[in-house]
């Protein structure tokens, strides 16, 4: 049940032709106005709205610098003035500065890191929720979908500023779940554990190795984002008696992220809590 007679809005921070782009897409195929917001390639942005366009669908786009104060809340009081009320967002924004050591870590690309990863999504989140929750009063539940990563749950050397800001991001997921759960707004939190098929991400951090790199993996993988587009979906539309907080997805020929690195005592053999070993 709406309470506005505009379509729903799914608002995405972070749109990039990986998992924003398709999840983008998917919403819109489904009947929302898709909002793709991207901090920089205005041309890119441009060509993901126009695809959903030609598919059928309803979107437009916008440039954000989310680390910049006041941008977040500003687009979610333009969204809901000018388009219509959000009944869905995705929070996409990644935190990784690559592997670096800590004293190559300056004080600055360490808060970068977490204004991004985690003050970003606290921000939507206090930007989002009043209208969200009196939205629900009349039966329109609303949803919080963050896109997060393995180090969330692990931290690995190197990643000392993307791994505190995931991990903070997962817990700020919880808490917010705690809070709003019964308010009727639906929070969840995805492990995405794995490469994802990006060409803004994966195929930039890997240039000219990218298409090889694939090609290693073998045939599914490495995750494809228009199917976990279909994962966002799902969990945007669970009825209230059937709220996951949490998933995590992975090829399935990858490794879980807890299985990984296992202690050579336990697994000597290559038959440890692991599995056989592949190399």
Sequence with gaps: MMTDSRKPVFLVIGAGAGIGGNAAMRFAGGGYHAVLARRSDEEGLARLVGQIEAAGGSASGTLLNAAEDGSIEELVARVEADIGPIHAALYNLGAQIGNRALDQTPHRIFELGWRLGTYGVFRLAHALFP??????????????????????????AGQHSHAA???????????????????????????????????????????????????????????????????????????????????????????????????????????????????
């Design 165 to 279: 800001a995931m991990g903070g991001r997962r817990m700020l997921c919880q808490t917010l779940n705690a809070e709003f759960a019964r308010q009727g707004v639906h929070v969840a939190h995805v492990i995405v554990d794995g490469p994802v098929d990006a060409p803004d991400t994966l195929g930039k951090l890997l240039g000219d190795k990218y298409e090889a790199f694939k090609q290693g993996k073998g045939h599914e993988g490495v995750i494809d984002p228009a199917t976990l587009a279909e994962t966002y979906w799902h969990l945007a539309h669970q009825p209230r008696n059937c709220w996951s907080h949490e998933v995590d997805v992975r090829p399935w020929t990858d490794t879980p992220w807890w299985n990984d690195n296992p202690d050579p005592q336990i697994d000597s053999k290559g038959k440890g809590f692991a599995g056989p070993r592949t190399d």
């Design 131 to 156: 209208a969200m929750v009196e939205r629900a009063k009349a039966g329109a539940h609303g949803t919080l979908l963050v896109t997060s990563a393995t180090a969330a749950v692990r931290g690995n």
